[in-house]
């Protein structure tokens, strides 16, 4: 299934403003999260639709469903070691199982009594949750929150292989927006469109302490 690209000044018109939210690009079974490699990395995993030669196992990797974010982690394809873009496609229910499983990177004393009781579910865990600034595209700190997601063990294998439906190069479009961005500024960008993003087990966004959100009529 081939992204779908919209505006992002038609976008931003119906995104939340503040609050914690999931922002992606989605459907009834998958859901597009980003990464940024060297080339050696990036090329393999597109030609090949897995991880492999270049990646590491063992180390944990971080996926942002939130293209912007990860422009601005990427200084949008221009930073060593990320000039390749890749969407990747993951099945909607590994996604929800990642959130339902992710500890806080930092202790969070609404979940975790004492910073011991965090210490421990991190060092058990295989997910690591993060919420950050999200970002505009010139770069500059957000009142929304994005979602990033840290992978380690066993469920970063299974991310990079099994639980991978298609990889996407988007580095050609990246360097293309960069320089629309550039010399037209945001008016002309375009980006893959996202959408708040809401897993279907109320508890999750519970446990994540998500914004509440009703998209507008006029999506």
């Known amino acids: 299934m081939p992204l779908v690209y919209e505006p992002y000044a038609e976008q931003v018109k119906v995104w939340p403003k503040d609050g914690r939210h999931i922002l992606a690009q989605y459907d009834d079974e998958s859901i597009i999260v980003y990464q940024a490699y060297n080339p ?10 897995h991880f492999g030669d270049g990646f590491s196992f063992s180390r944990m990797s971080w996926v942002k469903p939130n293209f912007l974010w990860m422009m601005y982690r990427c200084g949008w394809g221009t930073k060593e070691n990320q000039e390749v873009t890749l969407a990747l496609r993951l099945r909607r229910a590994f996604f929800d199982s990642l959130l339902e499983s992710a500890v806080p990177s930092t202790w969070d004393r609404e979940q975790f009594a004492t910073s011991e009781d965090w210490s421990h ?8 949750l993060q919420w950050d600034p999200d ?3 010139s770069g500059a700190k957000l009142d929304r929150r994005a979602i990033q997601l840290g992978l380690r063990g066993p469920v970063l294998r299974a991310f990079a292989t099994t639980e991978l439906l298609e990889v996407i190069d988007l580095t050609e479009f990246v360097a293309e927006q960069r320089e629309v961005l550039s010399s037209r500024g945001t008016a002309g960008i375009l980006a893959p469109r996202e959408r708040v993003y809401v897993p279907d087990d109320p508890a ?4 994540l302490r998500l ?4 998209q507008p009529e006029r999506d």
């Open 40 to 49: 050696t990395i990036g090329r393999y995993a597109s030609a090949c639709g």
């Open 121 to 128: 579910a991190v060092g058990r865990s295989s997910v690591r």
């Open 135 to 137: 970002h505009h595209p």
């Open 204 to 207: 999750i966004a519970t446990r």
């Open 211 to 214: 914004a509440n959100w009703s």
